[in-house]
Each structure stands twice: as C-alpha cells, then as structure tokens.
C-alpha cells in the first residue's frame, strides 16, 4: 500500500491527506501512519499547507526529489543514450553516442560504465545514491533475465544472446532492467503527459526498423513474446517486395525504414535515376542514409519525393494499426519523422483518410514530448516503478 500512496502521489505532483483518502480505502490513522514513515525514510516530503475547507489547512505530500537517483540507457542501431534522472524523473545530464561497427556489447558496457562514473562524479554523488539503471533496448529480448536475444542489423558483432543487465551489473555494480525499447519509449512519454491522465496511446517509431508498443488502461500491452519490430511485416500489399532475404513479401518495413530507403536509392542510382551519386559523391553500392540526408538538406526532388512514397506507405500501416486499437493519441518518432517534416505530414494525412469511424472518431497524432530523449527516460522510469518501498 505504500507504494502505490508513493506511486499517486508521484504521478500528481503535490497531493493532500483528503485526496488520498478519497482515492483508497484506508483509514485515517492507518494512512497517517503510513505517509509518517514514508516522511521518516525520506521517501515523501511535506511541501507545504493546501486551501483550507473550513477548518486547518491540510499538509501537502509530494515525492523527495533526491532519495535516490536512477540512469536509462537506450540501445539502438544508430544510437545510444545515457540518461541521469533523480525520483521524479528530472534529467540531470545526458550523453548520445553514434553505434559503429566498433561498439560491441563489451564496448558499449566499458562505455556506459566511463560515462557513468563521470556523471556521479560531476554531481558530486556517490553510486550506492544511484537506485538502478534502466535499460530501452531493441528487441527481441527476454525481459525476465534481461538478455537482448538475436536482433538485426547492429553495425557491430556479437549482438546475440547479450546478457545486457548482468554485464551492466558486473561493471558498475548497480541493479539494471531491461525493457524494450518502444514499451520504454511509450512510459516515458505517458510519464509527460501524466496531468492529462491519457489511458489509451500508440507509439510507433520508424529508423533502422519499424517499432511499436500499445498502452492500454494506462499498462503496456505485453504480448507472449517481446517482438517490438513485427509491425514491421505487416502486409500492406500482397504481391510486394520483400526487404531481405527473411520476413514477409509486401512488409510494411520493405517500403518504410531506413533499410527500404537505401536499398530502393541504390537500386534507382543503377538505372540512372535520380541525383544521389553527385550529390553525396559515392558509387550506387556506397548510397546510404547519410547520402539522403544530404540530399534532402540541399533540396533534393528525388530525395523529397523518395521520403514522400515511403511516407504513404507508412499512413496505411498506421491506419491499420489504429482502427484495431482505437488509441486516443498516436506517437510517432525516429529517424524518418525527425529527418523531413512532410514524411511526418503525409503520414497523418494518409493514416486519418483510412482511419475508420473518421471523422466521429479522430485520434490525437503527435512527435511526443520526449522525443530523442523518451526511451532513456521511460527505461530509468520502469526501472523507479519496479521497487518496492
């Protein structure tokens, strides 16, 4: 019981012994005595007098900022961030790094491990003040032994079978969780618009690969197996192409992800399409992402329109999405919405001309709060939701 007094009051900010009353079935003496302890193990502070009713202004209880503090690491393909959060999930420092052909699981542990005794180090505070570190990791993976499993398209070898936590633990000798990334991406970005009290949310995000997680009556949507990336070969047309040489023909990920941009450039740029070789100054095979990033940010017709097919595509996978789950808010990040506005655009405006029920029904779409910094912050805030107090 405790620990959901402390789980209300966080997600509120500032609330009073009445309001409390109100929302559990306690008695008045049994819930005095239970925010006294948690005043007297620092858990809780008393932040001042509320208005009064009539008779005296009552206490107001909120969270104790500085009882303890907690990282969230996010591990993708492109790359990593190190986040530094105190209770309330306040970010105190973070730190982004590129994830090369270089950065290994060891790698990225020794990484991880430097940065943190930097950051403690800088804010002057000792690691037995640091209460876990939370990890948003690409899937699939097996959360309960916190191992990421096989996934694909890592730059670096040795991504299979990564007892991600357990190294973690060993190199800093702090407690780590692992959660997927899209679920952490998604926490986080509820935890922002807690005061809206949102129940229902889509997030999605489109890079390397597709990703996805459901929130239902406020709760992550766990599926048997932590497959965050099978949107991805979700049929979108039948007699399609197929991405690699695994997964669906017609897969959504086949014409939207970062994979599907470079693979149809690299085609085009063998047939004498479009302007991507002059640009970047590379051969066909050597046309990458960063190639068309570089295209768009000198105004590319080929490259803006490369974005725009891709981003009809992805407004039928949305839709799709939506009419199974009906959500109030659609999230929707990574590096294909950040790169170009109207990918962002023409996706909504696909996804709301299939959405059905439309207009009765219309979803709230969105680039989050967060944004960059949402699977780091969802990861660091799994991991405060976790203890028990």
């Not at 005296?56 to 959060?85: H, K, Q, T």
Request: hydrophobic letters at 40%; one cysteine or more.
């Amino acid at each position: 019981m405790k620990q959901m007094i402390y789980d209300h009051i966080a997600d509120r900010g500032t609330v009073s012994k009445a309001e409390l009353l109100a929302a559990y079935s306690l008695t008045s003496s049994t819930l005095t005595r239970l925010l006294d302890e948690s005043v007297a193990e620092g858990l809780l502070i008393v932040s001042g007098l509320g208005p009064s009713s009539g008779g005296r202004r009552p206490l107001l209880y909120e969270i104790n900022n500085d009882y303890g503090y907690f990282f969230g690491l996010e591990l993708s393909r492109r790359y990593s961030a190190l986040g530094f959060f105190d209770m309330n999930m306040n970010p105190k420092s973070f730190t982004r790094w590129r994830m090369d052909e270089t950065m290994t699981p060891e790698q990225l542990v020794r990484h991880a491990a430097t940065n943190i005794r930097s950051i403690l180090n800088d804010h002057r505070l000792d690691a037995r003040q640091v209460l876990g570190i939370g990890v948003g990791a690409v899937g699939p993976l097996d959360r309960t032994s916190g191992t990421i499993l096989k996934p694909l398209n890592f730059p670096a070898r040795g991504w299979s079978d990564v007892p991600i936590c357990a190294m973690l633990t060993e190199k800093t000798s702090l407690p780590a969780m692992l959660e997927n990334g899209a679920n952490a991406a998604l926490i986080g970005e509820q935890w922002s618009l807690r005061g809206m009290n949102v129940q229902h949310m889509l997030y999605v995000h489109a890079g390397v690969g597709l990703r996805s997680a459901m929130m239902s009556h406020g709760q992550i949507v766990h599926g048997s197996v932590d497959m965050e990336g099978s949107i991805g070969q979700m049929v979108i047309q039948t007699d399609g192409i197929r991405l690699q040489d695994y997964g669906n023909y017609g897969a959504l990920e086949a014409y939207v992800s970062v994979q599907a941009l470079e693979k149809k450039a690299r085609s085009d740029a063998k047939l004498g399409r479009g302007d991507l070789m002059r640009i970047g100054h590379v051969t066909e095979d050597a046309i990458s992402y960063d190639t068309l990033l570089q295209a768009l940010g000198q105004g590319s017709d080929y490259a803006e329109e490369l974005f725009i097919q891709a981003a009809h595509y992805f407004g039928i996978g949305l839709a799709n999405l939506i009419n199974m789950f009906h959500p109030e808010k659609i999230i929707i990040g990574g590096a294909l919405i950040s790169a170009f506005e109207p990918f962002y655009q023409t996706a909504i405006r696909i996804a709301r001309k299939n959405t059905y029920y439309d207009p009765v029904y219309q979803p709230d779409f969105s680039k989050g709060e967060l944004r960059e910094d949402a699977v780091a912050t969802g990861a660091a805030l799994a991991m405060r939701k976790a203890l028990t107090f």
